[in-house]
């Protein structure tokens, strides 16, 4: 059967091609930084805003299954801005299979008014940094500078022992639990079933809503934050004058300061101009006078006109009507913003 095998220390898989290399290694290790995260100084670039100059750790990488160590800090070389407008230039590692080497090379954007960083080959290089050069300046200001790297190295385990090493995540088969390390603390990964349970929703009497979190990296609780619930909508119920009941007659006001008048009034007594139907409590009173306009179910129908004053008042100031009406029941509607 037709195929190649490889690396041994004998026969045709004795040596192997760059490309052979490559397809060995890539997979198993990815591409970047070879340091537990962004925390850490490997192939890190600084700035001590200088003209022309940025700084690069040292530190090691991996690009395409080709390893690359910087033993010493190095200068990198900013090219200068001649241009009104800011420029983005990035600093990439760049594999280069026809000089058999890996080297620093920056990447000089273009200035704009709104700069973007040039687009990084993911095939050949690997982003270590971008940083913004003013315009009309050589220089790159602290607040100037990304740390565009990504990082390789740690492991994913299965072992009842967790790892100690920062970013390693381990599998424990004894509970079928995933754990990660951060700092010098291993901590348990929530799975989905614990969120789920978390953030079932609770519910007040006027605000229900989906429990708030703690920020829970490594905490399967994922415990509630202290909170309260304040209220979203309150109501005020009217209580009737003399010639009228109430029958389920709210204002109801929300959290943004806007009333509702709701509900139904019986008429009990001929209604008169001037007559107070009710008076409304002083939580959801007015800050000016609103006219309410209300329909008495009657045989006909009759529409009429009345005034919600600043004292509270429900009163049908203006009312006449050539039909004598001392039954009947009042659709209450009007809305106001209140300033209580």
Avoid at 16 to 24: G, K, N, V
Avoid at 148 to 161: D, T, Y
Avoid at 163 to 185: E, F, K, L, M
Avoid at 253 to 276: D, E, F, I, S, W
């Amino acid at each position: 059967m037709a195929g190649e095998s490889f690396p041994f220390d004998g026969g045709p898989g004795s040596a192997i091609t760059e490309t052979q290399w490559s397809q060995l290694v890539r997979d198993s290790t990815g591409n970047g930084v070879h340091a537990a995260g962004p925390w850490t100084s490997d192939l890190r670039v600084s700035t001590l805003v200088e003209n022309n100059t940025v700084w690069l750790s040292p530190g090691r990488a991996t690009l395409n299954g080709f390893h690359y160590n910087l033993g010493a800090q190095s200068s990198i070389f900013v090219e200068g801005n001649t241009a009104l407008q800011d420029r983005i230039d990035a600093l990439v590692l760049r594999l280069d299979l026809s000089a058999n080497e890996i080297q620093p090379v920056v990447r000089t954007g273009q200035p704009a008014s709104s700069p973007v960083p040039p687009a990084v080959d993911s095939s050949t290089e690997l982003l270590l940094a971008t940083w913004r050069v003013r315009g009309s300046t050589s220089r790159v200001e602290t607040g100037d500078l990304f740390d565009g790297r990504s990082f390789i190295g740690r492991r994913l385990l299965v072992s009842e022992a967790l790892s100690a090493v920062q970013g390693d995540i381990t599998y424990r088969p004894s509970d079928q639990t995933w754990h990660g390390t951060a700092a010098s603390s291993t901590k348990q990964l929530a799975d989905t079933a614990l969120i789920a349970s978390a953030v079932s929703a609770h519910t007040s009497a006027t605000d229900p809503h989906t429990q708030y979190l703690t920020e829970a990296r490594g905490n399967n609780r994922y415990a509630p934050v202290s909170h309260t619930h304040p209220a979203q909508v309150s109501y005020a119920q009217l209580t009737a004058s003399t010639g009228f009941t109430a029958n389920g007659a709210y204002v109801i006001k929300t959290n943004m300061g806007m009333c509702t008048l709701t509900g139904m009034m019986n008429v009990t007594a001929t209604l008169t101009n001037g007559k107070n139907m009710s008076v409304i409590p002083a939580s959801v009173r007015p800050p000016y006078q609103v006219p309410l306009s209300f329909m008495i179910n009657t045989a006909p129908e009759v529409v009429i006109r009345a005034w919600l004053y600043t004292d509270g008042r429900i009163n049908l100031d203006g009312y006449s009507s050539s039909t004598s009406i001392s039954t009947g029941v009042i659709h209450l509607m009007g809305t106001w913003p209140t300033l209580a």
